[in-house]
């Protein structure tokens, strides 16, 4: 059992316990844990579910730049290539012995950096160059080449892959509790979002079938492929408008939230960038105010926000998406 899985249960474990005495305070004492942690559990299994009580993954802190001139690096990458199942520690007495001093922690920061940080990655270069030169290619460098090839969240152009999610704004006075559904295509960062009332199969498929497959329709794209979590919300409605619409549906692996980075990116610059500040600027009394709300942000995000991406080059989704000359003026 890893520690997560222990901490999962530990935290199923006070849950059920504050049920079975009926009294929060004395599992909570009785357990050695706080009333705000008890709560803040039930509000993650209520809204997500037992994975929900899963410890956050932490982003790892960036390490320092490195200190290795463009040479250095390139003779280290050249030595590993040469020699592909040395560790860092014999690179490192190699380098010594050639006049060029790295510790064996640097040469396996470099190597990481690039790629090549464990012996099969090395190897598999060494494959794919005596495949492409030479012809030797073994059954195992063709499916190492297929793996590589074929990657889980790819797409050259627009409609090939849509990814989507939804997320919980909150509970808000006069209006309710309130969910987001989130749309990304993985070619062009296109974003479309909708105000939900409720997150279910049925929001979700109403959300495909009224706004992402039309849209992708009058931009002269064929919608292939959607990429969702396996939440009960992209199930049995939302599965039956994907079949009607001739659509793929894929999900994530379970606890692999990272796989659907398109569209968890987008959920949060919507977040950081709008909601945050929307909420410190009006009081919304309606779920119209907040999707009138969400759908200029969005205008603005797609049409005229600058974008840095690798798929965008520069360039707005909605010039990737929609051509050059942009979104058409809407009759």
Known sequence: ???????????????????ELGNVSAACREL???????????????AYGVDGLRPRRKAARPGRPSSLSP???????ALALAWPTWGPQRLSLQLARQGMQVSPSTVWRTLRRV??????????VLERYSADK????????????????????????PGQLVCLDTFYIGKLKGVGKVWQITACDAASSYGWARIIPACDSREAARFLREVVAP?????GWKLRRVLTDG?????????????????????????HAWTNGFVERLQGTILREHWRVEFRRRYFTSRAQLQSSLSGYLRFYNDQRP??????????????????????EEV
């Open 71 to 77: 040479v250095q690096q390139r003779a280290i990458v």
């Open 115 to 124: 790629g090549l940080g464990r012996k099969e990655q090395r190897l598999l």
């Open 231 to 255: 939440g009960s919300e992209f199930k049995g409605e939302f599965d039956r408008a994907c079949r009607d619409l001739k659509i793929l549906h894929t999900r994530t692996k379970p606890r």
């Open 32 to 46: 050695g844990v706080s009333r705000t942690s008890f709560y803040r559990w039930k509000r993650r299994l209520v």
């Open 307 to 328: 974008h840095q991406g690798y798929r965008t080059q520069g360039r707005t989704p909605s010039e990737v998406f929609w051509g050059v000359a942009g979104r058409p």
């Open 1 to 19: 059992m890893t520690l997560e899985d222990r901490v999962l249960h530990f935290r199923l474990r006070v849950l059920q316990r504050a049920q």
């Open 215 to 219: 849209e992708c329709a009058r931009a």
């Open 134 to 157: 030479v012809g030797l290619l073994t059954e195992r460098t063709r499916r190492n080449l297929k793996r590589r090839k074929d990657r889980h969240v790819q797409a050259s152009e």
